[in-house]
Structure formats: C-alpha cells, structure tokens
C-alpha cells in the first residue's frame, strides 16, 4: 500500500514513525520481504561527508558609519566577492588566502562557524553616499547580520574513483597520485550516500528539508555540473557524477563536527561538508532503490594522470571499501577514501534522531529536478559580439 508524505508526517508528530538508516534498510532487505518493508518502515536517513568544492557563504556585515561601499574585500587575507551592494559579499570556499596558501574561504568558513573573530579589512572609492574609503575591523558571527551558506554544487550522486598511470606523482583534488597505479582514492559514502538511495529523484527537488552542517537546510536549485544523461546500471546507478544539488542553510546554526575546511598538497583548499536527506518510503519501487548495497554500486575508475581522465575500468564500492582493487593486467591498489564515512553514518543517526522525536518532517519538493540534463564542454572561441 503506498504512503504519502503527509501520512509519514503525521506519524511523525503522533510519535509512531518508523526510521532506520540506509544501511539499516540494505541489511534489512537482505532478510525481509521487500513489500514487508516498504509497509513497515516510513523513513530512510542518507549521509555524506566529504569534499565539496563548490561552496560558499553570503555574508552582511552590517553598516560603517560613516558609510563604506566595499569594493575590495578580505577576510582573514582571502579575498570575498566585492559586487554584492555595499556591504553585502560572497566568499568561495577555494579562495585563497594573498598571505598563505593553506588557508582560505574554506577555513574563513570554519573560523566564523566556530565563533572566531575574522580581520575584515575593505576598501572603496568613496561616494557622497558612502564616504568611508578604507575600514579595518574585526568581525564573529554573533556580529553578523546574515551568515549562511550557498553551496551551488553539492552532494554529487556518483563520482569517478582516480588513479594514476604515470610515472609522476599527481596532486589532485581527489588527492596524492602515486604513479604507476598504485593507489585508487575515492569519495562517495556509498549505500548511505542521498542521491544514489532515489537514482530518479522521486522524493527530492526544490524545497526539500535537508540536515546541511549540522542544522536544517534546503534544496534550492539542481546544482551545476547536473547530468542526467549518464549511462545507469541495471540498478539504475549512474556510472558518472550524475545529479548534483544546490543547497542553501543557516551557517549561524551550523557546527564545526559537520562543516570543516580542508587543503590538498598542491591542490589548494576545500570544504567538507556533511549532507543527510531523509527519503519517504513512499511504495516497493521506492523502497527498492532504498535497498541498494555497495556490491549493486559502481563506478568508474579514471586515470588522473592522462589528459581527459580516461576510464581505466568498472569497480563496485563494495570492492573500494575492502581497501584494494584489482585493475586491469591484475595489478592490485590501495583504495581510500576521501569522505568520512563515519561521520556520513553519524549523520544519518542524528537525522533519524530528530525525526523520531518530531524535531524534524519531511517536505515534499515544490518543483521536480531537471529529468534531462547533460554538462557542456567549455569550448575555445575567437571573437565574440558586443
């Protein structure tokens, strides 16, 4: 018989919902009877917790007096966008910082999230309206007006594992490379991971309610890089990056256990971010994609030491997870992991928690996510119009 999400809320304010975790729900069907379940069991929590690049925060500081029209801004040495009005701005999570290169937008994020004070130092041209040319302050985020994230791509349903064919060390954003492929770095939670749980986005779109860095957040867009157009397995998994999410919540309210910064030898800096949506088990279909293991999981394997990333082969995550993988030629590499998939299942606790205690109800989506979607290629132009 299928539910409804205003059935499942109602449940869940009556105290008498029935929450597990996607591992839970993968071991669960491995001894139940699928339709057993999809009756018995309401709710099904999804985490991650890992690199994602593709984030930031929007900040208000409030205004000088006398006035300032910011029209260069750093927090901490690392540069924020200065095109947001007066005193309005948006620092990137990969900015770097001018003094050190090992810290930026990313740990400005963290340093306001933990309450720490942050130099701002802004300067502009000075206008009849906003005299002020040059501030130099300090500011926390009990100062803060606005402080909340906007990550526009986050939570990637699939991502290529990477290796290395060359005889070179490579320092990537999927990590240290060594050569000759002899390891394999990876970073999705697997069968806990969100977007891999609904491969057809039934129960996620716009407006979804979302745990995001320790509070409440909300899907707010597709993310960017959106591509739906992947080849899928017979599990209908795709065998790329896939779908993406656009996230928006309260960093005022957020913790340092789920938002950290990170930097890549090399590389540069980033941003972990922890992500758990609750998927309604809305009828069989639903809660067969909610059974899902990381030996029905697959991805590919791409040679980051090549241009274009070649696929080198197919492997599950149940094999990522073991710790080594067989490669083509039958040479064997360590696999590690980027994300947490500890904190992915801390996340997924603290999500079921807070709906068994009717902290916590599920929204269904205003709008639906793009059903078809491919990502274009910058292509190199001469020219152009004016």
């Known amino acids: 018989m299928a539910k409804t999400v205003a059935q499942i809320n109602e449940k869940i304010r009556r105290g008498e919902v029935v929450v597990v975790t996607a591992e839970e729900f993968s071991l669960m069907a491995t001894k139940a009877d699928i339709e057993e379940l999809a009756e018995k069991v309401d709710v099904v929590t999804t985490a991650t917790f890992g690199p994602m690049c593709s984030s930031s925060a929007v900040i208000n500081f409030g205004h000088w007096s006398p006035g300032i029209r910011m029209e260069e801004i750093t927090l901490n040495g690392v540069s924020a966008y200065e095109g947001l009005a007066a005193v309005d701005t948006l620092i990137g999570a990969t900015a770097e910082s001018k003094f050190d ?36 302050t300090w500011v926390n985020k009990d100062g803060l007006n606005e402080f909340y994230l906007f990550n526009p ?27 000759k492929f002899s390891n394999v770095t990876y970073s999705t939670s697997g069968e806990l991971s969100p977007l891999l749980n609904d491969p057809y986005l039934r129960t996620i779109g716009l407006g979804t309610r979302i745990f995001l860095g320790g509070t409440e957040g909300y899907v707010v867009w597709n993310g960017t890089q959106y591509n739906t157009s992947r080849e899928r397995n017979e599990h209908g998994i795709p065998l790329g990056t896939g779908a993406t999410l656009a996230l928006i919540g309260d960093a005022k309210a957020m913790s340092t256990e789920f938002i950290r910064s990170a930097y890549y030898e090399k590389y540069g800096v980033s941003l972990f971010v922890g992500i758990g949506i609750p998927i309604p088990v809305l009828d069989v279909r639903m809660a067969k994609h909610l059974s899902i293991r990381n030996s029905q999981i697959e991805t590919i394997i791409s040679d980051y030491g090549l241009e274009g990333h070649p696929s080198v082969s197919r492997v599950t995550y149940e094999e990522l997870q073991s710790g080594k993988v067989l490669l083509p030629g039958g040479k064997e590499a360590k696999s590690a992991p980027l994300s947490s998939l500890s904190k992915a299942r801390e996340i997924a606790k603290v999500l079921q928690t807070w709906i068994e205690r009717g902290e916590f109800t599920l929204t269904e989506a205003v709008h639906p996510l793009p059903a078809k979607s491919f990502v274009k290629p910058l292509v190199p132009r001469e020219g152009g119009s004016r």
Request: net charge positive.
């Open 153 to 179: 791509r986050n939570a990637y349903q699939n991502y290529a594992a990477a290796t290395n064919s060359t005889n070179k060390i490579k320092y990537t954003y999927m990590g240290t490379l060594l050569p």
């Open 101 to 136: 290169p090992t810290y930026g937008g990313a740990n400005v994020i963290e340093d306001l999230i933990a309450g720490k004070d942050v130099r701002l130092f802004a300067r502009g041209k000075g206008t009849d309206c906003y005299p002020t040319r040059e501030i130099d």
